[in-house]
């Protein structure tokens, strides 16, 4: 009878310690990945882009904990099978809050689950609005957009609480007349009241060195404008080779 006992003993411990491996891996695999997918691998997209196609936008889309419900209220509004999205909550709203929205996402818009062109972020940037740390967030996402679909031709971002004044399919309409290498920045590097405002204070952003602090504060010290680069402004819906530039 001991002997049977051993016999099967093994087994179990095997099956058992395998089975832990598998939930542990599942485990870290959500909390250590940049983003949650909808589609869990990038997959070809169901409709052609190119020039002689539509044009499409890739849409990044941002709230704070507790947005969940707005962000699926404004990825309702516009979302189109053409476009790419990608939702993101900050630091303060919890990993299942994400996976919530994850889930309600797929309930609220069937098309998603069939063309896959949705994802939530699983790894969020901590974010100071009016800091730098806007910008590395916004060059995160534009990258983890061109790794998941690079068929898009203009890069938008939004926040949770706008909504749209136009339908999407009247915004493509529109766009297909506008020559898919213009970018929306300003002509000129003359920068106006800009430069006092916007170049030459000093700001110190805590999100960029500290995982749990999004304060910022602006020294009374102001420094010189620049003269290795020069500064071009204008709306942040950069096309796909200005954000290839950007990133690479």
Excluded: C
Aim: glycine share 4%.
């Amino acid at each position: 009878m001991a002997s049977a006992a051993e016999r099967y003993l093994f087994p179990l411990l095997f099956v058992s310690f395998l089975s832990l491996l598998l939930l542990l891996s599942a485990l870290s695999g959500f909390t250590a990945s940049s983003y949650v997918f909808l589609s869990h691998l990038p997959s070809p997209s169901l409709l052609r882009h190119g020039p002689a196609q539509p044009p499409s936008f890739a849409y990044f889309i941002t709230g704070s904990g507790g947005d969940s419900p707005r962000i699926l209220r404004l990825l309702s509004a516009i979302y189109h099978p053409r476009n790419r999205y990608l939702l993101h909550l900050s630091s303060d709203a919890s990993d299942s809050e994400r996976s919530r929205l994850a889930v309600s996402v797929r309930a609220a818009i069937p098309a998603a689950r069939v063309f896959e062109n949705v994802d939530v972020m699983g790894r969020p940037d901590q974010v100071t609005n009016m800091g730098p740390s806007v910008l590395a967030a916004t060059l995160h996402a534009a990258a983890v957009m061109l790794r998941l679909d690079g068929g898009w031709d203009w890069f938008v971002t939004l926040s949770a609480a706008d909504y749209p004044l136009l339908t999407q399919d009247d915004l493509i309409h529109v766009f297909s007349s506008v020559p898919r290498d213009l970018n929306f920045i300003d002509h000129t590097s003359d920068l106006g009241w800009k430069e006092a405002q916007r170049v030459q204070p000093v700001i110190v952003d805590a999100a960029i060195y500290l995982a749990r602090r999004s304060s910022y504060f602006q020294a009374t010290e102001k420094r010189k404008t620049p003269d290795a680069f020069k500064f071009f402004t204008g709306i942040l819906h950069p096309l796909i080779p200005f954000a290839h530039h950007g990133l690479f």
